[in-house]
């Protein structure tokens, strides 16, 4: 599966950075995996912090492993954490 990543930077509520790629099948429109990004922020306890276009921007496309690809079917997304993410 191709698929595309969108490189993601939220400053969390204690004002440190949050990184994280949204990852999402290749023909997904980047509003939705912005809205994607924000329910993984609801998850990591960093609920109504701003992730616009601004702190979600397109990357670029990789095919999938199979992990993602799984994920992606399942959820319609994958988080990659990066750095300043909850476990």
Known sequence: MECAVYDTYVTK???????FDVVVEAST????AIE???QYLVTAGQAGQKMTSEEC???????APPFVEKAIRQNGY???KMEGCPP
């Open 13 to 19: 509520k204690d004002g440190r950075i949050m990184h």
């Open 36 to 38: 994607y990004g924000k």
């Open 78 to 80: 994958w988080i990659q």
């Open 29 to 32: 429109p980047h509003e939705k």
């Open 57 to 63: 921007q397109f990357c670029h496309i990789q095919e």
